[in-house]
């Protein structure tokens, strides 16, 4: 079939079906089509195998000519003036950007039900939610409205979403993919990654978007391996390990039953598989909402009604301005963190709460450097619970809080991280195995995750 043809069964299969998911923000129709005849007059390039292929972009990467809002009041009509070093390089092999995807505001959240422009529904059932924060980007692809998406990763953002749509989800390595038109939520934690159904397909998209930027201080001058070299390739002798506290209480028994036949199969596959200590797990939830927090209200300082987007009517001061554009165009989320972050890098607080949480990352990276001296793999559950209901934590922070335990490590570390997919509940939803490697080896995780499936 042409470009044209696959691009406009993309959108009257995205017509059909978002009525019940909304995992878009914004479609790109009319650019897409153009593109697609273009492709189509210039010949598809058969061994670029990305070329033409339909892609969801989360709404937080910013691109050219095309609507970023972040999911928030204060962007709804932000048009960007330049491309994300992830879209440059996308372009370059012509995929298409069939529209900016669904996420809880300036990716805050675990179930995008933050997002100023409605809820995601997850597709394998409608009164749960898609995870979050990159669920639009995780329903597209569960719903097959797109091959694969972007997603963006502060927490588990891509890993947890992917889970509970039943997807692979990957986060890779902190500075391997640049973060250059990426809107920054906590710097030191960000990473873009990819989502998708196939394995191979984001080793693809892994591939296209990886390198370091020079636009990006903290990307990683390191070579790049083809990452779909890593499949079909065989696990013998590889060494994994399960830290107790994954598997621990506040784990739903259908997920520890799903991540016994996971190391069970692993087992078979060849790869010896140990119980070890991660003993510093539960304080990684504290730093990372202390840390994430304090770095988002420092970036979320440009917010301002004056350089971009949304300012309040009837304002009559320079003052006014800020305070009232602020608050009217910022959710309750946003708003909680900004307030927090505040708080804990102030000066009265700054030893007691950012200091200690800084070090506790360092103990909780620690951790994992040791465990990397012996073991290839780190495993565990994605989440410690399948897809929850629409509404169920959202007036609970806390409690929303918690669900990403099992994330948040790989972040404080800067590790790379993906979410596999590893059976259903009893109820019929996805639960997703999490594999995590050293810094930079991404490899191991797509090597594992392949076998696996
Ligand atoms: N759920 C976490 C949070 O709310 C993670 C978000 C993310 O990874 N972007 O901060």
Same mark, same amino acid.
Do not use: C
């Given at each position: 079939?042409?470009?044209?043809?696959?691009?406009?069964?993309?959108?009257?299969?995205?017509?059909?079906?978002?009525?019940?998911?909304?995992?878009?923000?914004?479609?790109?129709?009319?650019?897409?089509?153009?593109?697609?005849?273009?492709?189509?007059?210039?010949?598809?390039?058969?061994?670029?195998?990305?070329?033409?292929?339909?892609?969801?972009?989360?709404?937080?990467?910013?691109?050219?000519?095309?609507?970023?809002? *972040?999911? %928030?009041?204060?962007?709804?009509?932000?048009?960007?003036?330049?491309? +994300?070093? #992830?879209? @440059?390089?996308?372009? $370059? /092999?012509?995929?298409?950007?069939?529209?900016?995807?669904?996420?809880?505001?300036?990716?805050?959240?675990?179930?995008?039900?933050?997002?100023?422009?409605?809820?995601?529904?997850?597709?394998?059932?409608?009164?749960?939610?898609?995870?979050?924060?990159?669920?639009?980007?995780?329903?597209?692809?569960?719903?097959?409205?797109?091959?694969?998406?972007?997603?963006?990763?502060?927490?588990?953002?891509?890993?947890?979403?992917?889970?509970?749509?039943?997807?692979?989800?990957?986060?890779?390595?902190?500075?391997?993919?640049?973060?250059?038109?990426?809107?920054?939520?906590?710097?030191?934690?960000?990473?873009?990654?990819?989502?998708?159904?196939?394995?191979?397909?984001?080793?693809?998209?892994?591939? *296209?978007? %990886?390198?370091?930027?020079?636009?990006?201080?903290?990307?990683?001058? +390191?070579? #790049?391996? @083809?990452?779909?070299? $890593? /499949?079909?390739?065989?696990?013998?002798?590889?060494?994994?390990?399960?830290?107790?506290?994954?598997?621990?209480?506040?784990?739903?028994?259908?997920?520890?039953?799903?991540?016994?036949?996971?190391?069970?199969?692993?087992?078979?596959?060849?790869?010896?598989?140990?119980?070890?200590?991660?003993?510093?797990?539960?304080?990684?939830?504290?730093?990372?909402?202390?840390?994430?927090?304090?770095?988002?209200?420092?970036?979320?300082?440009?917010?301002?009604?004056?350089?971009?987007?949304?300012?309040?009517?009837?304002?009559?001061?320079?003052?006014?301005?800020?305070?009232?554009?602020?608050?009217?165009?910022?959710?309750?989320?946003?708003?909680?963190?900004?307030?927090?972050?505040?708080?804990?890098?102030?000066?009265?607080?700054?030893?007691?709460?950012?200091?200690?949480?800084?070090?506790?990352?360092?103990?909780?990276?620690?951790?994992?450097?040791?465990?990397?001296?012996?073991?290839?793999?780190?495993?565990?559950?994605?989440?410690?619970?399948?897809?929850?209901?629409?509404?169920?934590?959202?007036?609970?922070?806390?409690?929303?809080?918690?669900?990403?335990?099992?994330?948040?490590?790989?972040?404080?570390?800067?590790?790379?991280?993906?979410?596999?997919?590893?059976?259903?509940?009893?109820?019929?939803?996805?639960?997703?195995?999490?594999?995590?490697?050293?810094?930079?080896?991404?490899?191991?995780?797509?090597?594992?995750?392949?076998?696996?499936?």
């Amino acid at each position: 079939i042409s470009v044209r043809q696959l691009v406009e069964a993309t959108y009257d299969y995205i017509d059909k079906t978002e009525g019940k998911v909304n995992a878009f923000i914004t479609l790109n129709k009319e650019a897409a089509l153009k593109q697609a005849d273009a492709l189509d007059e210039k010949g598809v390039d058969p061994d670029n195998l990305l070329s033409g292929i339909p892609l969801g972009i989360k709404d937080n990467i910013v691109t050219k000519g095309l609507k970023t809002t *972040a999911a %928030s009041h204060i962007l709804d009509n932000f048009m960007p003036v330049y491309n +994300a070093t #992830v879209m @440059d390089k996308l372009d $370059a /092999l012509d995929t298409i950007t069939v529209g900016k995807t669904n996420m809880d505001e300036f990716a805050m959240g675990g179930s995008t039900e933050t997002s100023y422009f409605g809820k995601t529904h997850n597709p394998w059932n409608l009164d749960k939610v898609p995870g979050g924060s990159s669920g639009g980007s995780a329903a597209a692809v569960a719903a097959g409205e797109v091959i694969a998406a972007l997603g963006t990763d502060t927490g588990g953002s891509i890993r947890q979403p992917a889970a509970f749509n039943g997807i692979f989800g990957i986060k890779p390595t902190y500075g391997r993919v640049s973060r250059w038109g990426l809107m920054a939520f906590g710097s030191s934690l960000d990473q873009i990654g990819v989502m998708s159904r196939t394995i191979k397909d984001s080793a693809l998209v892994l591939n *296209a978007i %990886s390198g370091h930027d020079e636009h990006d201080g903290t990307s990683a001058a +390191a070579d #790049v391996p @083809d990452f779909t070299a $890593a /499949l079909n390739q065989d696990i013998k002798g590889l060494k994994i390990a399960v830290p107790k506290e994954y598997m621990d209480e506040g784990v739903d028994d259908d997920v520890v039953s799903a991540i016994k036949a996971a190391i069970a199969t692993f087992e078979k596959l060849g790869a010896t598989v140990e119980e070890v200590t991660l003993p510093y797990t539960k304080y990684a939830v504290p730093a990372y909402y202390i840390i994430a927090s304090s770095e988002a209200s420092s970036n979320l300082q440009r917010y301002d009604g004056i350089r971009y987007g949304f300012r309040a009517k009837d304002v009559n001061s320079l003052k006014s301005v800020y305070v009232r554009s602020r608050s009217e165009g910022f959710g309750d989320e946003v708003k909680r963190r900004i307030m927090l972050g505040s708080f804990s890098l102030s000066a009265g607080y700054y030893d007691a709460y950012f200091k200690k949480a800084a070090q506790v990352r360092t103990l909780v990276k620690r951790d994992f450097d040791q465990l990397f001296e012996k073991y290839d793999l780190v495993l565990g559950p994605t989440a410690p619970t399948s897809a929850f209901g629409l509404g169920e934590k959202i007036t609970d922070p806390v409690t929303m809080y918690l669900n990403d335990i099992l994330t948040i490590p790989a972040n404080l570390a800067g590790i790379p991280a993906a979410s596999v997919p590893a059976g259903f509940s009893k109820d019929g939803l996805p639960i997703g195995v999490q594999l995590m490697a050293k810094a930079l080896d991404e490899a191991t995780i797509f090597k594992a995750a392949d076998a696996f499936e």
